[in-house]
């Protein structure tokens, strides 16, 4: 036993291939030895032989067999011939198997020769012609289930293109990739891959070997697509379903093979709800066949005859925004990815300058989709589209007969974009009903809208597209209606990209969305850095009120050290701090009467404060794809990677080893300075320090002339092992107060070498040329670099992870931490009540970053524990008793985005089962706050516990957000009413884990469980995206829904928990957004930043005010003082008018139009003379975009 334990570990494909080897062999031998155990024996063997072959005839000798020799009655009276009953027939167990072929070929040389003589000629098909590799399963074709193959072959064949069939009858599909894709020379004869089988590569369903595959596929360097046969519905329940995939399919044959590059998971047979047998999808297997002919074809064009359409967006349309992606610099990396084209023998005039590029396309940067101020690179007329788009009568339903009036001329439907020679730089245009309060209310989104379905057909129809590039995060095409994940001819995403292979530069930070873009818009998706993180420093009075406080430290002890007191607090309550200092002392108050510790502890809380705003990360400027960072801009990200534990690494942060130096603990360091404690501020402050110097030494070992780093040089890691040689970052500590051994720090610093050197080995242009040449894009983790250096370098098809192995068991012990956090500051803000339910947005991203957090925190609050199987999958939660628990189970209201829908559906089965877990539990209603409002839900909407125990919302399948954000940018709400109907509206379908298959409409369970709530908590768990950052926070915060609800009107306390640094925090909203605008939109270091990207920085700055006073409308949590000084940064300073004016006119008249729009609708109080001045500006911007002078 032990022994065949350890030869399957050791090798897990080699052993049960011979296994299988044996199993053929042994029944020869035992047929010589004498009868009893040995026969016995035999015929168990010749039982596996017959069973695994699987055919009817097999099956009936199997059981004519078995009664010969075992059943009485028939053995005894000889009733059955022994000789008439055939032996097992098994075809081999790995091999080229073609249904029209004589036999199984075990070499690729044999089959090509038999294809090329034989299939070609009879085909029609060049012997030349691009070939697909086809990965099948043993079992379909020993039971001659087969029929969903041997459709697609014949698809491929009619278009004129070769196949080369291969199965295995183990789950190491990889063995007849290696075996049977090269020729005798090894050289490759496939031009793309597709594995029909659904599972991963090596392993299958159970259990995988993610790097095994990646290996094995970087080899071979052919696109991988991994198509998905219906295994646990009729072809009859996904057609209805509007989710699409059944969520363990989705989970075993989607999210499994994508950990192994696979792209492209098209549904291409179902099962006949009689025989159960496999029927192909025609349809399916139509776009199946072309897509991996397309990808095929990459690799047979000469690159200067391919033609590829770059596609850029424009979020929100109208508003100078064309060029929108997260954080990227649109242009500047079009530039970028134009001159590598021209490089690699592409047909492209290259613009001399972004400047150019931007003209070309924009016009007058005038960026308004409504007019045609944009280039119109070509009009299609009303018949030519109704030719070019089979589903054009579809769309009537929303938006009447074409052209419409969006993207339309009257007569024409225009494509807006320019060309390059063979590029096309085109904009996708808009949802069509941003501003539209009516559309916005739809529970379900609206269909695409003429002028978007007429693009795509441009692109692949008219242009003769072979590839489009959709660039940065994110456009819509994927976010249109359809299903969730297994897409049929009807869902808008397959059919606006139909058979266009795309390739889509994706934020690295994203996995969540980019996940979506791949499983619902067919993209294989090339990561991209986000811009490098600095800490955000101190600017104006928050600098002088530093240096007051650097003043106090060296006199509070001398008769000075009173007045200084008085005026940290003068300048703390002019800088606003008092908001979020609650003890602040009054400026009545004279620190003469204060003690020394009392004094200490003033100036304490205050220097916290400052070294919170001081050392949070903000991303400077916009990334240009390909531009590697300098050492400076590498610092700030590899501090942040430094500071964490990494317990699986056994590596300690280096705040912990300096705290440690000191003899003291970290956590209570965090703890003392968080509550003012002057000397561990003061600790925490030179560890903070000590930390950047020591990793800003060892940066700098790689820089070169420039500053940047294009190596990392290894040298000084090596050379600290000798005697007497001091590493530089050692002393950089001892030159800051602290002394770690060289032994301590060596784990620590090879670790930041490694992630040095996966920070500039991005190859974000060279995986793009790789995608266009037809080749395999390796795979890769999105999230967050500082927790996961992993994700890094950029240049990669990124991934999510296993939605079944979350929550791990540290996103456990964190989510106790923030929810413990959360309790405790609740209660103390509450008089020591406990909250009674908390309402929480789960969303996706987040989720794959942290491993679960947020979904662990929704089980702590209701006091159940997941638990995970033998394999690390979590599918089994435990009730924990209240005697453990120590505290009441709180009620929760959790509402999902569509992204986590999509993604992590059976977590939400998880969730709605521990709700219902604790809503059943019998017990005092007093210590279980979830049963103790089921109860009174079940009686007061006529229902039973378990329905009014529902608690897991998120939209109907097929949309998502609320609408907010987008009413929002675009001022199309009439007040917030409006906007809390639309959360209403949209965000009340509930997940049933009795009733798996949909989300069903449950508006009045979903208004009865916000009624409830007290608490609405949010989690921010990466530096790159805060608050204002994106619209996707406001947009899914119901904290004036809530109030709206509730009996009392009183407005619940809304809570952010952030844990972006080693010390987590929990804050109000309100602490949140005014540290969010101090440490961006207010901060120099941001906003010059981002002009100095010139037309694309400055729409990131509107951008930051629009999202700002999102919060003002869904939540009241900005403060006046806000905008108050937002406008003496951007609008009452001439010189910074001009620059804005000059940069980018239509943003600037978008951030005049929400100063204007926030003091209209009581957003902010201001004097009569700004509002004036806003008013003449807006008409300057106007005069400016319309050309007078």
Not at 125 to 147: M, R, W, Y
Not at 530 to 543: C, D, Q, R, S
Not at 783 to 801: E, F, S
Request: glycine residues 8%; hydrophobic residues 35%; proline residues 5%.
């Amino acid at each position: 036993k032990d022994f065949f334990k350890a030869a399957s570990k050791a090798s897990p494909a080699t052993f049960e291939e011979n296994l299988l080897k044996l199993l053929r062999t042994l029944p020869t031998v035992l047929k010589f030895l004498p009868a009893g155990i040995a026969q016995d024996g035999r015929s168990f063997l010749l039982s596996l032989q017959y069973w695994l072959g699987g055919s009817d005839d097999n099956l009936e000798n199997f059981l004519l067999m078995i009664a010969n020799k075992y059943v009485d009655g028939i053995k005894d009276e000889k009733l059955i011939d022994e000789k008439k009953i055939d032996p097992p027939s098994l075809i081999a167990e790995k091999g080229i198997w073609h249904p029209l072929a004589p036999k199984v070929f075990e070499s690729s040389d044999e089959y090509l020769q038999w294809y090329n003589e034989e299939m070609c000629p009879l085909n029609g098909v060049d012997p030349n012609a691009p070939t697909v590799g086809i990965v099948l399963q043993k079992s379909h074709i020993n039971t001659k289930d087969e029929a969903h193959y041997v459709s697609l072959f014949q698809e491929l064949e009619s278009r004129g293109c070769r196949v080369v069939p291969v199965y295995t009858g183990s789950l190491d599909f990889s063995i007849p990739i290696e075996q049977y894709f090269y020729d005798r020379q090894g050289k490759c004869i496939v031009d793309s891959v597709i594995n029909l089988t659904g599972f991963a590569l090596v392993g299958g369903p159970a259990t995988q070997d993610h790097d095994r595959a990646v290996e094995v596929l970087r080899k071979l360097n052919r696109p991988y697509i991994v198509s998905v046969p219906l295994v646990f519905q009729s072809f009859e329940e996904w057609e209805k379903s509007s989710l699409g995939l059944h969520p363990v399919q989705t989970a075993l044959q989607v999210s499994l093979p994508e950990l192994d590059g696979a792209i492209e998971p098209i549904i291409f047979a179902g099962r006949d709800g009689v025989t159960g047998r496999s029927v192909p999808m025609a349809d399916r297997i139509e776009i199946l066949a072309e897509r991996a002919m397309n990808w095929a074809k990459l690799r047979n064009i000469e690159n200067k005859e391919k033609k590829v359409a770059i596609t850029i967006f424009s979020f929100p349309p109208d508003k100078g925004n064309v060029g929108t992606a997260a954080y990227l610099n649109v242009f500047g990396s079009i530039h970028s990815v134009l001159k590598q084209l021209k490089e690699d023998g592409y047909s492209v005039d290259v613009p001399d300058t972004v400047e150019d590029l931007i003209d070309g396309v924009l016009k007058d940067k005038e960026a308004e989709l409504a007019s045609p101020e944009l280039n119109v690179e070509y009009r299609m007329s009303v018949g030519e589209y109704q030719k070019l788009t089979p589903y054009a009568r579809d769309l009537e339903d929303n938006w009447g007969p074409p052209p419409g009036n969006l993207n339309s001329d009257g007569e024409n439907l225009l494509v807006y974009g320019k060309r390059f020679g063979n590029v096309f730089v085109g904009v996708q245009p808009s949802f069509g009903y941003e501003g539209d309060p009516m559309r916005l209310l739809f529970a379900k989104s609206a269909s695409p809208h003429h002028g978007f379905a007429a693009y795509y057909s441009y692109i692949e129809k008219v242009f003769g597209a072979n590839a489009v590039l959709h660039f940065g995060t994110h456009g819509s095409l994927e976010f249109m209606p359809g299903k969730q994940v297994g897409m049929s001819g009807k869902c808008y995403p397959d059919r606006l990209i139909h058979s266009l292979p795309n390739l889509y530069y994706y934020a690295a930070n994203n996995p969540s969305e980019a996940t979506i873009a791949k499983r619902r818009g067919y993209a294989s998706t090339i990561s991209y850095l986000t811009p490098p993180a600095e800490n955000a420093g101190l600017y104006k009075g928050l600098k002088e009120l530093g240096e007051l406080v650097g003043s106090y430290q060296g006199l509070r002890e001398t008769g000075r050290g009173p007045s200084i007191v008085n005026s940290i607090v003068a300048s703390a309550r002019q800088c606003n701090l008092d908001k979020d200092i609650n003890d602040l002392p009054t400026e009545d108050m004279d620190a003469k009467d204060f003690d020394q510790d009392t004094r200490d502890r003033v100036v304490g809380k205050v220097y916290n404060q400052l070294m919170e705003i001081e050392s949070r990360l903000l991303p400077c400027g916009l990334h240009t794809v390909g531009v590697p960072p300098t050492v400076e801009e590498a610092v700030a990200t590899l501090v942040n990677i430094a500071s964490i534990d990494r317990p699986e690494d056994e590596i300690k942060a280096l705040p912990r080893l300096l705290a440690e130096s000191k003899g003291r603990d970290i956590e209570e360091i965090y703890r003392n300075s968080d509550n003012g404690v002057l000397e561990d501020v003061q600790l925490r402050q030179q560890i903070v320090e000590a930390t950047r110097a020591s990793v800003r030494a060892a940066a700098m070992q790689s820089a070169n002339s420039d500053g940047r780093i294009e190596a990392v040089n290894p040298l000084a890691v090596q050379l600290q092992g000798f005697v007497g040689i001091k590493s530089p970052w050692r002393s950089a500590l001892s030159d800051n107060g602290f002394d770690v051994a060289e032994s301590d720090l060596t784990p620590l610093f090879k670790y930041l070498g490694f992630c040095l050197e996966q920070v500039v080995a991005d190859n974000e242009l060279g995986g793009l040329m790789d995608a266009l040449n037809g080749e395999y894009i390796p795979p890769g983790p999105g999230g967050d670099p500082i927790r996961n250096p992993k994700v890094l370098p950029t240049g990669k098809n990124m991934h999510a992870l296993d939605p079944q192995s979350i929550p791990t068991k540290a996103a456990v012990d964190c989510a106790k931490v923030v929810v413990d956090r959360l309790l405790e500051r609740q209660k103390m803000d509450n008089g020591g009540e406990w909250p009674e339910s908390v309402a929480l947005t789960l969303w996706g991203t987040d989720n794959i970053k942290t491993y679960g957090e947020s979904l662990a925190q929704v089980m702590w609050l209701v006091g159940v524990e997941p638990v995970a199987d033998s394999i690390g999958r979590v599918n089994k939660l435990r009730l924990i008793p209240l005697e453990e628990l120590g505290r009441p189970r709180v009620d929760v209201v959790v509402t999902c985005s569509g992204v986590f829908r999509d993604l992590f559906i059976n977590q939400m089965n998880l969730l709605d089962r521990a709700v219902k877990m604790a809503a059943e539990a019998d017990e005092p209603t007093d210590m279980n706050f979830v049963r103790k409002h089921s109860l009174e839900q079940a009686e007061e909407l006529g229902v039973d516990l378990r329905t009014a125990a529902t608690r897991i919302f998120s939209n109907s399948a097929g949309s998502y957000s609320a609408n907010v954000g987008l009413a929002i940018e675009n001022g199309g709400w009439k007040d917030e009413s409006q906007l809390q109907e639309q959360f209403i509206e949209r965000k009340s379908f509930a997940f049933n884990a009795d009733r798996p298959g949909e989300m069903e409409k449950a508006d009045a369970v979903f208004k009865s469980s916000l009624s409830k709530v007290d608490v609405t908590f949010q989690n921010l768990d990466s530096s790159e995206i805060s608050l204002s950052d994106v619209s996707h926070y406001f947009d899914s915060d119901p904290t004036n829904v809530v109030k709206g609800l509730r009996k009392d009107g009183k407005k619940p306390t809304s809570f952010v928990a952030d844990t972006t640094t080693a010390n987590a925090q929990v804050r109000t909203l309100s602490e949140t957004v005014r540290l969010d605008a101090r440490t961006k939109l207010l901060n120099p270091k941001f906003y010059e930043g981002m002009l100095n990207q010139g037309y694309e920085g400055a729409r990131e700055i509107t951008k930051r005010l629009r999202n700002t006073m999102g919060w003002s409308a869904t939540a009241g949590a900005v403060d006046n003082f806000v905008y108050e000084d937002a406008n003496s940064v951007f609008i009452e300073d001439p010189a910074m008018q001009k620059r804005l004016l000059d940069t980018n006119p239509n943003a600037f008249r978008d951030m005049i139009q929400t100063f204007l729009e926030a003091n209209g609708r009581g957003y902010w109080d201001t004097s009569d003379e700004n509002i004036n001045r806003l008013r003449q500006l807006y008409q300057d911007c106007e005069d400016k975009l319309e050309g007078i002078e």
